[in-house]
């Protein structure tokens, strides 16, 4: 997957960086799963600020596999987080930094998500508001895929 957004990445001065704990054992997933991690890397992309890499982390433990995509963006606002997998939603910060995106990849990606029973999580850290009123920060999304 990192390989794919390779040259797209590259033309934002982006590296991707994954990063693992080892080893992560297969799981048996819908062939759907894969559209999660490619909106997640897809978006992280398309909100990256030029030159900030986008970290990639897998890791494995004995109640299963956790994955993230963070990078450094303009954040989701408290207000929307609520409605960020919400068909056709864009949030206002996200409006302001990109003119790309139809707000539909969040909502693919969570229905993918709900149909092999997980949870998409997000989290935004390090905020501080840009000259032109972008809050931008440090965003993850991940989600846990647990043995069973």
């Known amino acids: 997957m990192r390989r794919i957004f390779k040259d797209v990445a590259a033309n934002k001065n ?45 890791s494995e433990d004995k109640d299963g596999i956790f994955i993230s995509v963070s990078s450094y963006g303009p954040i989701v606002l408290d207000e ?11 949030d206002e910060n996200a409006k302001k930094f990109s003119g790309k995106g139809s707000g539909i990849g969040l909502f693919i990606a969570n229905n993918v998500a709900k149909a092999h029973n997980f949870e998409i ?10 000259k032109t009123g972008i809050i931008l920060g440090k965003n993850t999304f991940s989600l846990s895929i647990e043995f069973h």
């Open 14 to 58: 982006v590296l991707i960086k994954l990063k693992s704990n080892g080893n992560i054992s297969p799981v048996p997933l819908y062939e759907s799963f894969i559209t999660i991690p490619f909106i997640f890397i897809e978006n992280a992309i398309k909100y990256s600020v030029n030159g900030h890499d986008i970290n990639i982390f897998l």
């Open 80 to 90: 929307d987080q609520s409605k960020i997998f919400d068909k056709g939603f864009k």
């Open 121 to 130: 999580l997000y989290n935004s850290t390090d905020q501080v508001k840009d």
